[in-house]
């Protein structure tokens, strides 16, 4: 029998947040970014799951908590559940269901991913993601924003509760190639928030997330930092060199997306008796027996 803590499905879910938040309805333009330019080599560039885990090892929150990285195991076990209860939600509308679960299930799957997580009562997560299949990082963020803008407001039915989410995207800055950054709300109010800073660098996708409440410029700035804390990591071994390109401010702009994330509190000692919150922080359970 075996026990999987909870914040491992916050972990596994926000690994695949570049795949399920997006931005910019039609007729926006994309938000500013900051850009890298590197040599076709370091553009090409897989990681390796080890290489990964280097990438976000060693990070802490604003708060100064430690960025816990997490095994092999319970990412991979996080995602499984998670995807297993995403696809069982009702979400209207309708298209923006397979929004709502991209990348659940097939993100891991179709490269590698190392995921790191802070316990704290404002958690934060950092994810790095390489795979050889399939578009670029900068195309799976490209990718988004043109699915999204149908879905800035919606609602999910999992485990007979009902959530409605609105989501803003946010003009972002980091060393990326490419740029994207949401905020999504839960109900009225400012008191549930998820924050998420994604960049993408060739074949390198880095998300920074941030759950809690009144969430603005400061805590964007914090994921803005994670996640140029590992592009410089990245470079650093990389063979290319990177040189950054000026941006404007980075402000709040117009709306679109789906939030799937997880309450990173701490699962009870019982039999496979898993919690997970839809968009950001209202929770369902699902139990299943070995």
Not at 26 to 40: F, I, K, L, N, W
Not at 62 to 82: F, H, M, P, T, W
Not at 209 to 231: C, F, I, W
């Amino acid at each position: 029998m075996r026990n999987v803590p909870i914040v491992v499905l916050a972990a596994a879910t926000a690994l695949a947040l570049a795949s399920c938040t997006g931005g910019g309805g039609a007729g926006q333009s994309p938000s500013p970014t900051g850009g890298t330019t590197t040599t076709t080599a370091a553009q090409d560039r897989v990681y390796t799951e080890d290489e990964l885990r280097e990438l976000v090892s060693g990070m802490t929150d604003g708060d100064g908590n430690e960025l816990k990285l997490y095994s092999k195991d319970q990412v991979d076990q996080g995602s499984r559940i998670a995807g297993i209860l995403m696809n069982s939600a009702t979400v209207n509308p309708e298209e923006c269901k397979s929004i709502a679960t991209a990348g659940l299930l097939d993100t891991v799957e179709n490269g590698e991913v190392a995921v790191a997580i802070s316990e704290s009562q404002e958690p934060r997560t950092l994810s790095a993601q390489s795979g050889r299949e399939g578009p670029d990082a900068v195309g799976l963020i490209e990718d988004v924003r043109g699915k999204l803008g149908q879905c800035d407001r919606f609602t999910v039915q999992v485990a007979g509760q009902t959530h409605d989410v609105t989501t803003e995207e946010l003009q972002a800055r980091t060393d990326g190639e490419e740029t994207f950054a949401t905020v999504s709300t839960r109900g009225e109010g400012t008191d549930d928030m998820l924050m998420q800073v994604s960049a993408a660098q060739g074949r390198l996708l880095v998300v920074a997330t941030k759950n809690g409440a009144d969430l603005g410029d400061s805590d964007r700035n914090e994921l803005e930092e994670l996640v140029d804390k590992v592009l410089a990591k990245a470079n650093d071994g990389a063979t290319g060199t990177a040189t950054r390109t000026a941006t404007s401010s980075p402000t709040r702009t117009g709306t679109s997306t789906s939030t799937v994330t997880a309450s990173p509190t701490a699962s009870p000692r019982a039999t496979v008796t898993e919690t997970v919150t839809v968009a950001p922080t209202a929770t369902a359970t699902a139990t299943t027996t070995p």
